[in-house]
């Protein structure tokens, strides 16, 4: 029998559910079961592609082309299940399948409504990902609060199912809040109602993950378990972690998350390996050396506006067991040249990474600048590799006008541009290219070493292209075309030549990586700039005088 795991949440947002569930779900896997991870937003919005990054953070692209919430990310960081279409349900997706069903007359006449059509599609949704025989546990995070008005057909669904297959095998993990008021009391009341508040809809929670600022006492877990129903070795403590987010799992564990789940589910309890996020742990606490990287983007007020990278990154420094600090630059600050010498002194590495719109671009083009002459480590994502074309036919090659016509639809030099708009080139269709496909890396390139291997497969976000009507000259010039697609139709990776580390990217790397096994770039990445903070900090001790 397949297994199922709903985490709820309770109280308010923002409390880390999904961090909580993908931490659920990796103890799982090590105990060597295979997990599927599910996330419900109960938005009207199809899909989190429209949706700005300045409401929503981050828009997190699986490999078969979907635009999904951010937690997404979080899941496929945690744990190995694979993070398809198929794991991100919305309630615009539901309703659009069940209306186009009316349409086509498969009701058979009857009245289409909330029970049974709406909850039997969410169902439908949650058993295509959960039903297959190499699964044995799915967990489903429902978005939102307890209490939300669009989250009722899902909790709804959630009971029909915990009745429909037993609640052996259907359990419910709620995560709720216990603020902490004047005096450093703990308080429990909001906790009590958010269960009270599941319980009228028909859920007793089986598990309560418990966030507070820190680890709750034995007396407050006894008096929660009383007011809640919750057996008191299932209050969890869920406290404020000083370290890193990828403790979370290891602090679970030690209260015993993953046994009491399996026996809530009659599972067997297998032997557990956490040596990888041991590892990880280590790496943090021991890192003695701070690399810091410039990260220039136009939405970096909000701070999950580029959560993947910023992980991407942290990623890159475990696997060179260095801290990384990332010191976020708007890229409007960098529109005068004249600053960037200030701005960027004590800087390892920049990072320029994906975005739409003209809007800080010049910004940027001055960065990519400043990291080509100064010979300091480079890394340019989607927009950010573009930034580098653009700058490199203004600057070296003496095309001033050079831009894409994302920026100026008008430019003399169109050196990124839309498919249609070049000549000679198959017809793509001008739509958002999205997804993964193949990248060829040519023999000779630093991009090639990187990864070890001449194909390789990342997930694209994205319209424009480098110019095609363009791209010899560019190359000519030494801004290196490393990587194509499998017809050579598209540049995937460029590289500066003579440089130390400038690599720009079409695609997203950042989706790929993980704590415990971080992607090849940015770890090489995080290795090149290390190699410039210690550079730098041995010149600065050169400098001071002796005595
Ligand atoms: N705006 C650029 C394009 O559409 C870059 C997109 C991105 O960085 N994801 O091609």
């Known amino acids: 029998m397949n297994k199922y795991i709903f985490v709820t949440g309770g109280v308010c947002s923002s409390l880390g559910k999904g961090v909580a569930a993908a931490s659920l779900g990796s103890l799982l896997e090590c105990r060597g079961l295979s997990v599927r991870m599910v996330k419900i937003d109960p938005y009207i919005n199809v899909d989190a592609g429209t949706m700005s990054p300045y409401q ?13 919430d951010l937690d997404l990310g979080n899941y496929a960081r945690f744990t190995q ?10 309630t615009g997706q539901i309703y659009q399948e069940v209306i186009q069903r009316e349409r086509e007359g498969r009701y058979l006449g009857r009245t289409v409504q909330v029970i049974p059509h709406i909850t039997d599609r969410i169902k439908q949704r949650i058993f295509a990902v959960g039903e297959s025989a190499e699964v044995d546990v799915t967990i489903v995070e429902v978005g939102g609060t307890v209490g939300d008005i669009e989250s009722v057909p899902y909790l709804e669904a959630a009971r029909q199912m915990t009745r429909e297959l037993g609640h052996e095998n259907v359990i419910t993990v709620h995560l709720t809040l216990i603020p902490e008021v004047a005096g450093n009391e703990l308080k429990t009341k909001p906790t009590q109602h958010s269960v009270k508040e599941l319980r009228e809809i028909g859920l007793q929670p089986d598990v309560l993950l418990c966030r507070a ?25 869920a406290y404020d972690i000083k370290t890193t987010i990828y403790d979370i799992p290891l602090s679970f564990y030690r209260q015993q998350l993953d046994e009491i789940v399996l026996r809530k589910l009659h599972m067997p309890l297998h032997e557990t390996d956490l040596g990888a996020w041991e590892h990880v742990s280590r790496a943090f606490r021991h890192a003695e050396h701070t690399v810091r990287i ?83 480590p480079y890394f340019g994502i989607c927009l950010g590799m573009q930034v580098m074309v653009i700058e490199y036919a203004r600057n070296v090659m003496g095309m001033p006008g050079a831009d894409s016509t ?17 000549v000679n080139v198959k017809n793509y269709g001008g739509t958002m290219r999205l997804g993964a496909n193949d990248t060829l890396l040519y023999e000779g390139y630093k991009i090639r070493e990187i990864y070890g291997r001449e194909t390789i497969r990342e997930r694209h976000r994205h319209r424009y292209e480098v110019s095609n009507l363009y791209r010899e000259r560019l190359h000519e010039a030494g801004l290196l075309v490393a990587g194509v697609t ?11 030549s003579g440089h130390t580390w400038g ?3 079409q ?7 993980k704590p415990v096994a971080a992607h090849p770039l940015f770890q090489s990445f995080i290795a090149a700039s290390y190699a410039r903070e210690r550079a730098r900090t041995a010149r600065a001790h050169a400098d001071v005088p002796a005595g």
């Not at 953070?57 to 979907?66: I, K, L, Q, R, W």
């Not at 299940?81 to 919305?90: E, G, L, N, Y």
């Not at 695609?507 to 990586?513: A, D, M």
């Open 56 to 68: 929503h953070g981050e828009v997190y692209v699986t490999d078969d082309g979907a635009e999904t």
């Open 81 to 90: 299940s694979p993070i398809m279409r198929a794991s991100s349900i919305t």
């Open 213 to 237: 600022p820190v680890a709750l006492t034995d007396d407050l877990r006894r008096k929660i378990s009383v007011f809640t129903n919750v057996e008191e070795e299932a209050v969890v403590s």
């Open 294 to 376: 410039g990260f220039v983007g136009k939405y970096i007020d909000l701070n999950d506006a580029y959560k993947s990278v910023d992980e991407a990154l942290f990623h890159g420094g475990i696997a060179n067991g260095v801290r990384v600090e990332l010191v976020k630059i708007d890229s409007e600050e960098l529109e005068r040249e004249a600053d960037l010498d200030r701005i960027f002194d004590d800087i390892d590495g920049i990072l320029v990474p994906g975005g739409f719109g003209s809007r800080g671009v010049q910004g940027m083009i001055n960065t990519a600048r400043w990291a080509r002459e100064n010979n300091v």
């Open 406 to 422: 994302e920026f100026t639809p008008e430019t003399s030099d169109p050196v990124v541009s839309l498919l249609e708009e070049q």
């Open 486 to 496: 499998p017809d050579a139709e598209l540049v995937e990776s460029v590289q500066w």
């Open 503 to 505: 690599i720009g990217v």
């Open 507 to 513: 695609y997203h790397p950042e989706f790929r990586s």
